[in-house]
Nanobody, 124 residues
Framework: QVQLVESGGGLVQAGGSLRLSCTAS????????MGWFRQAPGKEREFVAG????????YYDDSVKDRFTISRDNAKNTVYLQMNRLKPEDTAVYYC?????????????????WGQGTQVTVSS
């Protein structure tokens, strides 16, 4: 079991940037598929970005492609989500998640470990 804690959320103006951090404890993230998901008010939880456990492949939802970047620092056991050119529609609670088996980067039900979430609010 791995414990995940997100941080870095906050209020930012449209067009601005924010970097979220997901620090893991208990296990090393290198053995997990790591994912970022978000859930806006009244909306279903949706995939944002993923980082594969093998080879470091990255995946992005089309809505954030070319704006967001997921990265991993194994020494710090931390996954980051760099968010640039933020839009009001990016406003949501952002969750970090880890999948250890039968992973599919887009599918939140495959992730067994979740952080508590961090609020990102983008003003227009």
């Amino acid at each position: 079991q791995v414990q995940l804690v997100e941080s870095g959320g906050g209020l930012v103006q449209a067009g601005g940037s924010l970097r979220l951090s997901c620090t893991a404890s208990g296990r090393t993230i290198s053995s997990y598929m790591m994912g970022w998901f978000r859930q806006a008010p009244g909306k279903e939880r949706e995939f944002v970005a993923g980082y594969g456990s093998s080879g470091g492949n990255t995946y992005y939802d089309d809505s954030v492609k070319d704006r967001f970047t997921i990265s991993r620092d194994n020494a710090k056991n931390t996954v980051y989500l760099q968010m640039n050119r933020l839009k009001p529609e990016d406003t949501a609670v952002y969750y970090c998640a880890a999948c250890s088996n039968l992973c599919y980067y887009r599918e939140h039900t495959r992730y067994g470990n979740w952080g508590q979430g961090t609020q990102v609010t983008v003003s227009s």
